[in-house]
């Protein structure tokens, strides 16, 4: 099997991700009854985080990314995944709780990619071969 270069899959990641739809703001967060009644409702601040962002501009030092992943949908987590994918091969040690966010979305196939265009199914694919010969445990 020939090995996945990092640069390489970084490429490949922003190039074929990058004319994804964003899902609107409407699609970010799960609804809760808590986000009327409580305004420092967590669920609130990750819809103010994302709102109206492209999945290029969020940054690795915004921690929601890694650490709210459960208020986000399941179209928000497919709008966000590249750059939750970018995070991981730029800055692993920073990003090892979303490396196992991305275990568990991509290789215990918890996130349904079958939405995703072929060729960004085989970026997927080329990022969970890296994740596995990165991180084999």
């Known amino acids: 099997m020939e090995k996945i270069d990092k640069d390489e899959l970084v ?19 799960h609804y809760s009854p808590y986000a009327e009644q409580y305004p420092d409702y ?5 819809l103010a985080v994302f709102k109206g962002k492209k999945w290029q501009e969020l940054k690795r030092d915004e921690k929601l990314v890694y650490n709210y992943g459960a208020f986000l949908t399941d179209e928000a987590r497919r709008y966000y995944l590249p750059t939750c994918m970018l995070l991981v091969l730029e ?28 060729v960004q199914k085989k970026c997927i694919d080329n990022f969970v071969t890296y994740l596995k010969r990165t991180y084999p445990n």
């Open 11 to 29: 490429k490949e990641i922003k190039a074929v991700f990058e004319d994804t739809f964003y899902p609107g703001d409407n699609l970010i967060v």
């Open 42 to 46: 967590e669920g609130n601040t990750v």
């Open 91 to 118: 800055d692993p040690e920073t990003a090892d709780v979303l490396i196992d966010l991305m275990f568990s979305y991509l290789v215990d196939k918890e996130m349904d990619v079958s939405e995703f265009s072929e």
